[in-house]
């Protein structure tokens, strides 16, 4: 099937971040955590130059602790405690409603944990609201990289754009004589981590 052109467009102004569930309980049990929260930290400060509203969600914060303090999510609305695994819960449908310029966003980027759960979940739920949706496979994860791996091409197979940090960066960006391009220089200098979506070839 021919991929639609402008469904992948990023719009500032258009497009906003869901961060699911980033947080201290699943430091240790996410494969390639640290690595999931170092790309997903460049992502979240550039869509704070870029002005791209953020919404962030914690999965039962009384047992899984908080957002994890690598992760700068001041301006973010919320985070929204939630025990739906759907990220997609009645004060975040409220929030997407009038997020971008007093309306709901075109476009949504999503980012977090687990992917073969609340992200994939909140994936379905966006989609079925009519929202596109944008994965960030170097952001998401899961305590197995097979889970991950099937959520992902669950996700493609659904209607989800299945993208990487700096893809998505630089959609949003679009042009190097925009006004904040070396703000976005200085944090895509360094190449976001590997984690482990394409096998390293062996020289």
Do not use: W
Request: aromatic share 4%.
């Amino acid at each position: 099937m021919a991929l639609n052109a402008a469904k992948v467009v990023l719009k500032q102004g258009k497009t906003a971040l869901l961060i699911c569930d980033l947080q201290d309980k699943f430091a240790k049990v996410i494969y390639e955590f640290d690595k999931i929260v170092t790309n997903s930290s460049k992502l979240i400060q550039a869509c704070r130059i870029l002005s791209v509203p953020m919404i962030a969600t914690e999965h039962n914060p009384q047992a899984l602790g908080p957002t994890v303090p690598q992760l700068d999510i001041t301006g973010a609305k919320g985070p929204f405690s939630k025990l739906q695994f759907s990220m997609f819960t009645p004060e975040v449908s409220q929030e997407l409603s009038s997020l971008c310029n007093s309306g709901p966003p075109e476009n949504v980027v999503l980012i977090g944990i687990e992917c073969h759960i609340c992200v994939e979940n909140t994936a379905i739920d966006l989609i079925q609201n009519g929202y596109q949706v944008h994965t960030v496979a170097d952001c998401c994860s899961s305590r197995t990289q097979e889970d991950r791996l099937l959520a992902l091409e669950r996700m493609k197979q659904i209607g989800c754009h299945i993208a990487t940090s700096e893809n998505v960066i630089y959609k949003l960006l679009k042009d190097a004589r925009h006004k904040d391009f070396k703000k976005i220089l200085s944090l895509v200098r360094t190449p976001s981590l590997s984690t482990g979506l394409v096998p390293t070839s062996k020289m």
